[in-house]
Nanobody, 123 residues
Framework: QVQLVEPGGGLVQAGGPLRLSCAAS????????MGWFRQAPGKEREFVAA????????DYADSVKNRFTISRDNAKNTLYLQLNSLKPEDTAVYYC????????????????WGQGTQVTVSS
């Protein structure tokens, strides 16, 4: 299995940028499709973005398309999410997730999850 840790997160003003990272350990990172999800207070967890194991394929929720960019560095066992033009409604706990195999795009059914990191966007 793979273990996921998300350092970072934090407080940022609306319109500003932030980069999240997710460090993986354990099984070979490069075989896993990876995703980012978020959960705002009082709401269900929702899909944000995903990237194929090879990096050759990405998928985004409509709410973040053209503002967020998912990427990965398989040599560093690290997943990234660049958040630009942040809005107060982007405030949530952000989780990275990993899964292997299955159909693409993959917005559900991830097997492994990080502990989450708080992102707060002030207006």
């Amino acid at each position: 299995q793979v273990q996921l840790v998300e350092p970072g997160g934090g407080l940022v003003q609306a319109g500003g940028p932030l980069r999240l990272s997710c460090a993986a350990s354990g099984r070979t990172f490069s075989v896993y499709d990876m995703g980012w999800f978020r959960q705002a207070p009082g709401k269900e967890r929702e899909f944000v973005a995903a990237i194929k194991w090879s990096g050759r394929g990405t998928d985004y929720a409509d709410s973040v398309k053209n503002r967020f960019t998912i990427s990965r560095d398989n040599a560093k066992n690290t997943l990234y999410l660049q958040l630009n033009s942040l809005k107060p409604e982007d405030t949530a706990v952000y989780y990275c997730a990993a899964d292997r195999g299955g159909a693409w795009p993959k917005r559900t059914g991830y097997a492994y999850w990080g502990q989450g990191t708080q992102v707060t966007v002030s207006s």
